[in-house]
């Protein structure tokens, strides 16, 4: 049944989400919801990749409003599905979201309070800007795959943390010191390589540690690795950071979570439309803190594909033509 202003939300719940935070606060989110008069069908995802699949499925069976009820991972998973669902659902999806997950990071950035029913007030008020999406084409053992992200992809060093961050949370581990325990464990396993790096046809070559690159500012429990990032740009903005010693990552690590690492003389910034990634060895890849493997990538910007509920705008610098309200 839909609610008053004739919306029915499809909400797409990750019980595993937050170390099983989803599964233990499903039935106070329902209760909330109820309370607060939004009306909604509730889809719960059972296993990876299963929320692309009930994405697709609701978004090709005519839903036009989906809340995320999960983290960083579950979110990427429904952009995924709204965008496998082809022209349909691309700009035409309203999307809130309920932050469950360890990191949240992508609510960072727009704005979205970390408790259900500041969450909920907002997808009530329904503020909606379209953000810019990211289309990375990855060249695995010979086979290509197409996957879609909404906030940071990140390869190299970045991309082993974010798995070592995901093993972690399958223990039921949670909290910065995921995000901790995975940088000192990944800086013992990883060697910086060889990189060439072309953004906009302009070639970088480096001995690369870690490259980020941003739609929006936040990833790893809350590091401003891309600090230069507005989702509403048009533009990737792009960190590399060049092969750095232990003493480098320590005096650097506050400068981490504020952005002034990239003033350190081995980091760099850039921004563009389209990047190639290649490497003399496979590196390994992530897109919103899930694991894409180890290959050559290509991303390209899709701007202003994505129309997401926010609620501050402090980081995103709107200006009036990009809000609209959700009807």
Not at 114 to 139: F, M, N, P, R, W
Request: charge should be neutral; glycine fraction near 14%.
């Amino acid at each position: 049944m839909p609610d008053k202003s004739g919306i029915l939300w499809q909400v797409i719940l990750n019980p595993h989400a937050g170390g099983g935070k989803g599964a233990h606060d499903q039935s106070n989110i329902e209760r909330l919801l109820k309370q607060s008069e939004i009306f909604f069908h509730l889809s719960i995802s059972q296993y990876p990749g299963h929320a692309i699949e009930l994405t697709r499925n609701l978004v090709h069976d005519g839903a036009t409003h989906l809340i995320v009820a999960g983290g960083d991972g579950t979110l990427n998973e429904v952009v995924n599905g709204i965008f496998l669902a082809g022209h349909q659902g691309q700009g035409e999806i309203t999307l809130g979201m309920l932050p469950v997950g360890t990191g949240n990071d992508w609510i960072k950035t727009f704005g979205i309070p970390d408790h259900y029913q500041k969450a909920i007030d907002i997808i009530k008020e329904s503020k909606t800007v379209k953000q810019d999406v990211g289309e990375i084409t990855c060249l695995m053992d010979g086979q290509t795959t197409k996957r879609y992200f909404a906030n940071i992809a990140g390869f190299g060093f970045d991309a082993l943390v974010a798995k070592n961050a995901n093993i972690l949370k399958f223990k039921g581990i949670t909290g910065i010191r995921v995000y901790i325990q995975s940088l000192l464990s990944g800086y013992l396993n990883y060697k910086s390589r060889n990189t060439k790096i072309v953004i906009d046809g302009t070639d970088l070559e480096v001995n690369l540690f870690s490259a980020s690159i941003g739609i929006g500012k936040f990833n790893g429990g809350g590091m401003m690795q891309v600090p230069e990032a507005n989702p509403l740009r048009g533009l990737f903005h792009i960190t590399v950071i060049r092969k750095i010693g232990i003493w480098g990552i320590i005096t650097n690590f506050k400068g981490l979570y504020s952005g002034e690492f990239i003033h350190d003389r081995r980091v760099s910034t850039h921004s563009g439309r389209e990047i190639q990634i290649t490497s003399d060895v496979t590196l390994p890849g992530e897109v919103d803190g899930e694991t894409l493997g180890a290959g050559s990538f290509t991303i390209r910007m899709i701007a202003h594909r994505l129309r997401v509920i926010y609620g501050s705008d402090k980081f995103l610098g709107i200006v009036s033509t990009t809000i609209s309200k959700t009807v």
